[in-house]
Structure formats: C-alpha cells, structure tokens
C-alpha cells in the first residue's frame, strides 16, 4: 500500500482549507500584537568535523531540549558538516539573534518542525507538523512580556472555540528553590524536572518511584517534593508560598514567586485570571527554560457526536529562556527572552474531527464567480469575459469544454460552493450584458 512515512501526512483540499483557516486565525493574533514574521532554514547545525575558526559553537541543536535530544532527526555527514532538522523554532531563533547581533525583536514563526518521535496521529502528534511560535527578545521590565504572552494563548484559544481550557503556569527558578529546600542536588535538578513534567499523565505514586528508582533522588526528598508540586492556586497560593519557612529562605525560588505574583497582577488587569492556575508540577521538560513557564490544556472535548472525547493534551506552551542565546554568541552576550508555542497540530485534529461529526462542507478554494454560457459555440466570449475578471482581481473559474451543459455548470456551482454565476448567451452579447445569477436563490439580473 502506498502512503507516506510513518508519522506523517497528506493534506486533502478540505483539511488544507481547514489549516489554513486555522493558521491565519493565529498569525492575524500574532501580527495584532505588533510581531514581524522571520524564517529560518530547515536543516540546522549539529557540528562540524575537525576545528577552523569558526565564531558560531560546534552544535547548535544538541544539549538544549534535555531527554528530547533523542528525537532530533540527524542527517548524513555532507562534506564535514553535521546537519540535523530542526527539532523546534525556539532554538532556531535563538541562533539566528546571536549570529545578527539583534538585541530586541518581537516575532513569529510558523514552520515545520520535526521529532524522531512515537506518532499518536489520532491525539495530532506526528514527526513533521506545524509550530506557530510568538517570541519577545529584550531587555525589559519583568513580567509584562510574559503576561503578553499569555494574553495571547487566552486570545486564540478563545477565538477558535475550543471549549474549556485552563493555562498552567509556574517558575524554573520556583521549582529548583523546591528541590533545593527539598535535599535535591543541583546535578540532579533537571533530571528531577522532566519527571516532574510527567504528573499530568501519570500518578504521583508513579513518579515518585521513577525520582528514586530512575533518577537516583532519596526517598525523603521525593516525598518532600511530593508535598509542593501536588499544589495548584491563584494568588492566594502564591502568597501562601511566600510565607513558607522553607520556600521563602530560597533566593530562587523568593526571586520566582515575587515574580509570579506580578504577573498574576498584570493578568488581573488583563482580565484572564479565570482561566490560570499556578501549578507546581508543571516543568516542560526542555533545559533552556530559565524562569515563567505555561502550558494550556484543554478539559474536556465538548462533542456529543463522538462516543469518545479526544483526549489532545497540551494546546500551547512556552516560557522564559534568558541563557539560550548566550549559548550561540562567541562572548556569550545574553538576551533575555520569552516565548510561546501554539500547538496546532493538536487543535487541528480537533477541528477535523468536529468538522467530520458535523458532517458540515468545507469549500476548498475560494472562486467567487463562475463563467457560464447557454449555448453552444460560445467559448470565445466565456475567455474574453473570464480574463476580465481575473485582471479586475476577481476569482473566476470556467469548465474546460468547449460547450458545456448549462445545467452542468450550475451543478459545478453548487457542488464546490461557488456562490454566483455570470451566464453569457447570445441574446446577452446582442444586448451587450451579462445575466448574474445568485446560485442559492436563483434570483437573475441583467448587467
């Protein structure tokens, strides 16, 4: 059977128009926020053989997403260079401002990125798929970059009508000063950290168990841990937290939580705090996450249609990564940043499967009017009055027959959506006019 390669996938016309109604939902959010699009190529450094002078560091895609490094996907040696394809759009960007020496830049990104990963096709993962990220680099006032961010998650998720949804949000520096306090080595912060990621899917009873078996934590401290990241709240938590004996002896973890109470302030004025939660067990597991992180999770699919919910995870993440681009600058010049990623793939797959249970059509193209004639012998004025139209900006279609039914076009009409047909039989051309007829109402004027 032909198909394409495991994890990834045909766009039929009804699910291209679909995406794109979707990305440009996105990208006009992005762009109402003030951000410049960039692009940058597909293959992405991973080394090079042997040294030379060269100002950009050996790798630039290994050693920045934690246990994902795994699932970049490596390419052949060409010639001395290592490439791989790009595993986010994160990193990319991080690159790409410290090799231009850019210093402050609000953008977006929407691209294909790809994960050596196990696809669930029917839950929108897949190997190749679409990242739409919004980043702000620069030096600013903390926190109003950040609430941004999530005013713009609130923003689409709203806007696309996808039922109820939640955004989690916490600190890196919150959850170090937890396993600081808690008796965690530091060398063993981020592998505690992607384990901590996995609380959404698995019980605490499970991850505990993989902190002391896999991870080699002690028990005490994993029940310590075990204490905080079970808790989740609004500002009332955070200042909870603040209070707490242990916690607030932490300069990290003080530093994250006046931080976090700002931005639940910034928030209140932005007036989505309805649907944010601080939660100490979220951790997104990339290692170049430096302070607020946030992820937003669907809560149930709203869909009688289907017998059962599909179950997507996670719709949109991102965070704050001040050390990344530090990473690629030969003086290890910073620039602070902060970012999100809309997961697209997953509404995506979402919206298909609406869109099949409603069993509603979708037009694929977007022709506003079909050229039609009567009678036979009428090709020569359907072209004339066809190129008209397209040179005037208008989207036109016609059959390609020379003399088509008239009863054929206007079944064309109906079948692909094409709301008006400008009909033009001899008694029109004699007359110098052309019959619009409305395709629903099958009402008729003369122009």
Same mark, same amino acid.
């Given at each position: 059977v032909l198909c394409p390669g495991q994890g990834t996938r045909d766009h039929a016309p009804a699910q291209a128009a679909l995406r794109d109604r979707l990305l440009s939902a996105v990208v006009s959010c992005f762009k109402r926020h003030g951000a410049a699009a960039i692009d940058t190529p597909v293959l992405e450094l991973r080394g090079r053989r042997g040294g030379? &002078?060269?100002?950009?560091? !050996?790798? $630039?895609?290994?050693?920045?997403?934690? #246990? /994902? $490094?795994?699932?970049?996907?490596?390419?052949q040696d060409q010639g001395g260079e290592l490439l791989a394809l790009r595993y986010d759009l994160t990193v990319p960007f991080a690159r790409y401002l410290a090799m231009n020496k850019v210093n402050n830049m609000k953008r977006y990104h929407v691209a294909k990125v790809y994960r050596r990963d196990n696809p669930a096709t029917t839950r929108g993962r897949y190997r190749e798929f679409y990242q739409c990220d919004f980043d702000i680099a620069g030096q600013f006032d903390p926190m109003i970059?950040?609430? #941004?961010?999530?005013?713009?998650?609130?923003?689409?998720?709203? /806007?696309? !009508?996808?039922?109820?949804?939640?955004?989690k949000v916490n600190d890196r520096r919150i959850l170090n000063g937890v396993f600081a306090?808690?008796?965690? &080595?530091?060398?063993?912060?981020?592998?505690?950290?992607?384990?901590? /990621?996995?609380? /959404?899917?698995? &019980?605490w009873e499970e991850v505990r168990s993989e902190m002391v078996g896999e991870k080699g934590l002690s028990p005490e401290a994993a029940n310590r841990i075990g204490e905080y990241v079970q808790l989740h709240g609004g500002l009332d938590l955070i200042e909870r937290l603040l209070q707490d004996p242990k916690l607030s002896q932490n300069k990290l973890a003080k530093e994250g939580l006046g931080d976090m109470k700002l931005l639940f302030e910034y928030l209140t004025l932005f007036g989505i705090t309805g649907k944010i939660s601080f939660d100490l067990s979220l951790a997104r597991g990339l290692d170049y996450y430096t302070g607020?992180?946030? #992820?937003?999770?669907?809560? !149930? !699919? #709203?869909?009688?249609?289907?017998?059962? &919910?599909?179950?997507?995870?996670s719709v949109a993440g991102g965070g704050r990564y001040d050390g990344l681009v530090g990473m690629f600058d030969p003086k290890g010049r910073k620039v602070p940043c902060v970012g999100v990623s809309i997961g697209i793939e997953r509404i995506f797959s979402i919206l298909e499967q609406r869109l099949e249970a409603s069993g509603e059509k979708l037009r694929t193209t977007e022709t506003q009017v079909l050229v039609a004639t009567p009678q036979k012998h009428l090709l020569a004025a359907r072209l004339k009055l066809i190129s008209e139209l397209w040179d005037a900006g208008i989207k036109a279609e016609m059959l390609y027959k020379k003399d088509p039914k008239l009863l054929k076009q206007l079944q064309y009409c109906e079948d692909t959506g094409i709301p008006l047909a400008a009909i033009v039989g001899e008694q029109e051309l004699a007359d110098g006019v052309v019959k619009l007829r409305d395709v629903a109402t099958r009402k008729e004027v003369r122009m």
């Open positions: 030379g &002078p060269f100002a950009l560091p !050996q790798e $630039t895609l290994m050693g920045k997403y934690g #246990e /994902d $490094t795994k699932l970049i996907y490596e390419l970059p950040d609430a #941004e961010c999530l005013k713009i998650v609130h923003e689409i998720l709203s /806007d696309l !009508q996808l039922g109820d949804f939640v955004i306090v808690c008796g965690v &080595p530091e060398s063993k912060f981020i592998p505690a950290c992607s384990t901590v /990621d996995k609380l /959404d899917k698995m &019980p607020v992180i946030f #992820e937003a999770v669907l809560l !149930q !699919q #709203e869909n009688e249609h289907v017998e059962e &919910p599909v179950s997507v995870g």
